[in-house]
């Protein structure tokens, strides 16, 4: 059986949908997993531990036999905890194939495969009864169904189906009892995410559409370590609130339903912005608390738990307010099956028709623009840099053409005084994005966008004009990996034809930098587990490993690195240059080289990112915004992902520069990706 998958080409700027074989899907699955990440996190294993303990005695002290029903049991973890708390047999239930493989594996490989049946179905698909997958209903319910948003994986309604069709009458749960909390805050950085700024260009102003400003978004997560939002980055407008609380071990409903809260303003200020996390308490009493606050709320930050697999949450309120201290304010959520939304009041209101208020985009920009994106387009360094090489440039009668996806450039040129401005636009909706700008801006003449691809342009289209400047940010909303950006470049060759002789070109060139990293705590997601809680996972280990190794899954994988802190353990080196005033070269562009470790500690792979010269003076950092600190600080920019390439074993490093990397690279022209080959060398 065939499977298609969508994959970035940076030499169309666009998704291929290849055709792979079935094995291709589930080993990039498997591959980007965060199963280790959760067996690293001991927090989480021990509260679960305690939590079953305790729910094995309450069962046993009634008289019952122990039946635990284990949904979503992933390596057979919580099984095998239950049985050896006592359980007298469990159901442990995994949808994909080669996880429940796996928990089998393991649950053999650890003696348990006469009290632990692995049932590789949806819960909603399993059956009880003589005949059935499951011989009777369970009286123990432990899930690990939760996301950062508590629900967003179906939580409500497959507990929903557990109580009506595979649990006993007062069962218990572990987790007994989820409780959500939020705190509405008034905070520029956070808010820069959700609506674009008004933009000084010399003595003009552009102001985003009132549409846009009006708009109240969509209502989907914004999930981040919010342990590395400083609290200076924000200021609470009320205290932190109890929003609701599920109790598991009863029957859950699915249905939608909002809660409120009503608080005093503590701060006047304005507010734009809720953030919200949850904790469990795996018994009934409370007593047992797994808590996803984020490390700033720790009186002892060193106590706190790190996760990658469950984070914060922010959301964007769907218009900003201002607020006196002393307000009275009512806070509500709401909820449907699968996702959470929040709005403030000066009323103890709820809509009967709750679909009424869920946020939904009606500007298309946030359809269009990823959060990081907004965030991007408000960094006002970053603008400047930009007015600041499109100032050094542009002439009075530059015809001026952009090539990025829904870029300001253009409207920028055209504010400048450029003679005239063409933009390509991919998309149809980043094309009516702009145009509101124009409309807005009363300029609505002065970019033609043009919703064609660079390989199309004609002379005609230009007005039969020449390009003396092209730009570029370049920013394409297919990007994953930082070099996908380099489509700028294919298009600059497919333009070749219709650029005037010496026409500038914006940037003028790309660097690819290379650092070698210890993370604090990303490494988790790659590390093999071994043991965890004294049980042997190993067939989990070895099943990732085989899938890492499937083909290129050993490549760079994309990550927002200001959200995981790290270390350098050598300078920040240029390893390979493109030159936009060149087209694309028939041949590879290979780079080699070895580094020092300059840096003690354990590196456990290398970041990589792109810096874009817009002018020889001016230069755009995708990675890097600040040089690396004395203790090998990292400071990197939220906008971009940067590409992260881990070792399958980390090595040590004491500094003195014994230990080096050697690094392999080479630049494909024909698919627009970089092989890339690492390791690193000890005396």
């Known amino acids: 059986m065939k499977t298609f998958c969508g994959r970035a080409n940076p030499t169309t700027g666009g998704l291929d949908w290849v055709e792979e074989s079935e094995e291709y899907d589930y080993h990039q699955e498997i591959a980007r997993s965060c199963y280790a990440d959760m067996l690293h996190d001991r927090d989480r294993n021990e509260k679960y531990y305690q939590g079953i303990r305790a729910a094995v005695s309450r069962v046993k002290a009634r008289g019952e036999r122990v039946v635990v029903l284990d949904i979503g049991t992933g390596t057979g973890l919580l099984s095998m ?82 109580h009506l069709h595979l649990m006993q009458e007062g069962c218990e749960a572990v987790p007994h009892r989820a409780t959500i909390y939020a705190q509405v805050v008034e905070s520029e950085h956070l808010w820069s995410w959700a609506q674009i700024r008004p933009v000084q260009v010399d003595d003009r102003t552009l102001h985003p559409p009132a549409a846009m400003k009006q708009c109240a978004g969509t209502p989907s997560v914004c999930d981040i370590q919010l342990s590395q939002v400083p609290p200076s980055a924000f200021t609470p407008i009320g205290p932190l609130c109890t929003m609701f609380s599920v109790d598991f071990s009863r029957m859950v409903s699915s249905a939608p339903c909002s809660y409120s809260c009503k608080f005093t303003v503590q701060a ?49 309120l769907p218009t900003e307010r201002n607020v006196c201290e002393g307000e009275k304010l009512s806070l509500t959520v709401f909820h449907d099956d699968y996702s959470l939304w929040y709005n403030l009041d000066e009323r103890h209101q709820i809509s009967a028709d709750i679909s009424s208020t869920r946020p939904c985009c009606t500007c298309q920009t946030h359809l269009v623009w990823t959060r990081p994106r907004f965030g991007e387009l408000n960094d006002w360094q970053r603008t400047d840099s930009y007015l600041s090489a499109l100032r050094s440039v542009l002439r009075p009668d530059s015809v001026c053409l952009s090539v990025s996806d829904g870029s300001l450039l253009p409207i920028f040129a055209h504010m400048l005084g450029a003679k005239k401005v063409f933009s ?18 009363s300029i609505k003449n002065g970019v033609r966008l043009l919703a064609i691809r660079a390989e199309q342009l004609t002379a005609a289209d230009l007005e039969e004009e020449r390009i003396s400047v092209l730009i570029g940010e370049p920013y394409f909303s297919t990007s994953l990996l930082p070099w996908h950006s380099l489509f700028f470049w294919y298009c600059r060759t497919a333009l070749a034809r219709l650029l005037r002789p010496g026409a500038i070109i914006l940037p003028s060139s790309a660097t690819l930098y290379l650092l070698a990293v210890e993370f604090q705590d990303l490494w988790r997601i790659r590390a093999p587990c071994g043991t965890c809680e004294g049980f042997d996972v190993s067939p989990m280990d070895e099943m990732v490993q085989q899938s890492l190794d499937f083909r290129e899954s050993r490549e760079a994988e994309p990550h927002h690195l200001w959200e995981y802190p790290c270390r350098a353990l050598t300078k920040p080196h240029p390893v390979m240059t493109f030159d936009f005033q060149q087209c694309v070269p028939a041949q590879p562009i ?22 874009y010269n817009l002018t020889e003076d001016i230069t755009v950092s995708m990675g890097l915004t600040k040089p690396v600190g004395e203790e090998g600080e990292c400071v990197w920019s939220p906008h971009r992902k940067q590409g992260v390439y881990f070792l399958q074993t980390p090595s040590e490093s004491s500094g003195d520069g014994r230990t080096s990397m050697q690094y392999n690279l080479t630049f494909e022209p024909n698919t627009g990706d970089i092989k890339m080959d690492f390791s690193v060398i000890q005396p």
């Open 424 to 441: 390509l636009e991919n998309s149809g909706m980043t094309k009516q994005v702009i145009e509101q700008f124009l409309e807005a801006n």
């Open 268 to 316: 006047g200020g304005r507010a734009q912005v809720v953030l919200s996390w949850w904790d469990l308490d795996m018994d009934p009493s409370g007593s047992i608390v797994c808590s996803m606050a984020p490390k700033w709320t720790y009186s002892e930050p060193r106590e706190y738990p790190w996760r990658d697999h469950w984070m914060q949450s922010v959301y964007f």
């Open 590 to 611: 290979s780079s080699q080289g070895t580094l020092p470790l300059t840096g003690s500690g354990r590196c456990h792979g290398f970041a990589l990112w792109m810096e």
């Open 81 to 162: 905890m239950a049985v050896t708390a006592g359980a007298d047999f469990c159901y442990g239930i995994e949808v994909f194939k080669p996880m429940a493989k796996a928990a089998a594996s393991i649950v053999q490989k650890n003696g348990f495969s006469d009290k632990i049946k692995v049932i590789n179905k949806h819960s909603t698909e399993v059956t009880v009864g003589p005949d059935g997958d499951m011989q009777e209903r369970a009286n123990i319910l432990v899930t690990e169904l939760f996301d950062t948003e508590l629900i967003g994986e179906g939580a409500l309604p497959s507990y929903e189906h557990a």
